[in-house]
């Protein structure tokens, strides 16, 4: 008897410690769930401070994870920071990463390490869902819409992709699934141009009496779905998305790839739509938020996101998954279309204290909402250290103890202790990209003098000047007080620091290949 007891706890003990082992391999290799919005302010969502709006999936993230009071997209546009984040490179290293147009070339070489790609090398399998605007098919001739659209993500390390080419806006109005545009009828093959007209669809310029949405600067190219796009389209009619759709499109896609991948460590990129122009939410969030149809496609992105949460939750997944949420640049109310916005504000402030948005070198440009939801964590938190999403590229390699080769990520630092709530200490500095760069160093934000205009088109503030600026954030977060008069000296050293850094080409973390 005794010896049946016995064995009988040698084989507990070498069960538990099987089960130990085989929870210490799952979380090593957490999941990875990165919710990429595009255009959402510091101050549009209720976790953030807004009053007129509510975000309950969003701060459900928050009421559980890190929720981040300093953290900057590299840009204050899609292009740049979405390029930044992938690559661990400052976008402005480059020239050719300003927004890309819908028939752009992939703007990514496809020799570079990709933050998606070291996922790739440590075991994980990745997809991106949603919006891409990094270009796509071969560097002379663009993409072949018609045949293999390539190379595109599929290239740069991601194992599946379902995406929009470039932004809702911008034609082609399709969905391109790995290499293929979704739906299309090879006998009405799709035409894109950003030069002139192809093919016979009325243009928003030539016929506004079709238009269900009109512009308020330029959108007046091809109109699909009843909206004056940026661009000419001819062909793939079959393919063309239905705006109102996009939303549940893109979400089921992403449920679809978090299911086909449970079983194994997965990486997935869920860029949404929402809240770009055009905002066209499905009829159930029309009117769903008291701040018109901005207020609604913000609506629409909480419901993704909570989508996407009860999917992981109801697979048992939360407790070895990191969900991180975060947007591509900062607000902007008016960018192109007259959707009422301006109207409906109500007092509602999309980048809460900050000044600027979307476009601007002044903080509102790439302070944004950033939240880490870490597995098994259930208290909120909050961290005013400043980081970039660039450097969740080097500070998950550090995660995996893995080392990349000198030349990958750059810009990149390891701030994973920072990331995970362990340490208050963030970058030294950071450069952000409006049309003119600043640095920030210590609170203190220098931008360096642009002859651009002061406003866009649509009334958007660049922080542009022809002077240099200089504000002390942490008294003055709203950069009101010009300081660069007053302190000649902190002028000088952050404008040499600014210029150190263009001339270094990349300071990063350099660590290398292999797991230690
Ligand atoms: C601008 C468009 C704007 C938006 C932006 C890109 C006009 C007047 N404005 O040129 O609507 O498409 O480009 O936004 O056409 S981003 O978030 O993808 O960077
Ligand atoms: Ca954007």
Redesign the pocket.
């Known amino acids: 008897m005794r010896s049946i007891l016995k064995i009988a706890f040698l084989f507990a003990v070498m069960f538990s410690k099987q089960n130990l082992f085989a929870q210490k391999i799952a979380s090593s290799k957490p999941n990875i769930v990165y919710i990429y919005a595009?255009?959402l302010g510091y101050g549009d969502v209720s976790c953030y401070g807004a009053t007129k709006i509510t975000t309950p999936n969003i701060d459900m993230l928050a009421s559980k994870g890190i929720r981040f009071t300093n953290a900057h997209s590299s840009s204050a546009?899609?292009?740049p920071s979405r390029y930044s984040f992938i690559t661990g490179q400052y976008a402005w290293r480059r020239d050719d990463t300003k927004?890309a147009p819908g028939n752009a070339s992939l703007i990514i070489d496809t020799n570079m390490l990709t933050l998606p790609a070291m996922l790739q090398q440590q075991g994980y399998t990745t997809g991106a869902v949603g919006k891409w605007?990094l270009g796509l098919g071969p560097a002379l001739t663009g993409p072949d819409w018609n045949h293999e659209v390539k190379p595109g993500p599929n290239e740069v390390g991601f194992n599946y992709s379902f995406i929009i080419p470039a932004?809702g806006?911008r034609t082609p109005c399709v969905f391109v699934e790995d290499h293929h545009v979704v739906n299309l009828d090879p006998r009405d093959p799709i035409y894109v141009s950003y030069d002139s007209i192809v093919g016979n669809d009325p243009t928003g310029r030539d016929h506004p009496e079709l238009l269900k949405l009109k512009a308020s600067?330029?959108?007046d190219q091809t109109i699909v779905n009843g909206i004056g796009r940026?661009g000419y389209m001819s062909g793939g009619n079959s393919a063309r998305w239905i705006d109102e759709n996009i939303a549940d499109t893109l979400t089921s896609k992403a449920k679809q790839f978090i299911v086909k991948n449970k079983t194994h460590p997965f990486f997935l990129y869920f860029a949404t739509h929402d809240i770009?122009?055009p905002r066209v939410p499905a009829a159930r969030f029309v009117n769903s938020s008291n701040l018109g149809v901005r207020g609604d496609v913000i609506k629409e992105l909480d419901w993704s996101v909570g989508a996407i949460y009860h999917t992981l939750d109801s697979l048992h997944l939360l407790s070895n998954t990191i969900i991180i949420f975060s947007s591509?640049?900062g607000p902007v109310v008016d960018?192109?279309y007259k959707d009422g916005s301006v109207e409906h504000l109500d007092g509602h402030k999309p980048a809460g204290p900050l000044r600027g948005g979307k476009y601007s070198a002044y903080d509102g440009g790439t302070r944004i909402p950033f939240i880490i939801d870490w597995p098994n964590n259930h208290t909120a938190s909050t961290s005013d250290a400043l980081v970039c999403q660039l450097d969740l590229f080097a500070s998950l390699a550090k995660y995996f103890n893995a080392t990349l080769p000198a030349n990958a990520a750059p810009d990149s630092e390891d701030l994973l202790s920072a990331l995970e709530g362990k340490s208050t200490q963030g970058r030294a500095y950071l450069v952000e990209q409006g049309g003119a760069l600043s640095v920030t160093k210590d609170d203190w934000k220098y931008i360096e003098p642009h002859k651009g205009p002061k406003r866009n088109?649509?009334g958007n503030e660049l922080g542009n000047d022809s002077l240099p600026q200089l504000y002390y954030l942490k008294d003055d977060i709203g950069e009101k007080n010009d300081l660069s008069k007053q302190y000649p000296d902190k002028l000088k050293e952050l404008a040499a620091l600014l210029k150190e850094i263009e001339d270094k080409g990349g300071v990063g973390t350099h660590i290398k290949l292999n797991n230690d």
């Open positions: 595009d255009d546009t899609c292009t927004i605007h932004t806006d600067h330029g959108h940026i770009h122009v591509d640049n960018d192109g088109l649509t």
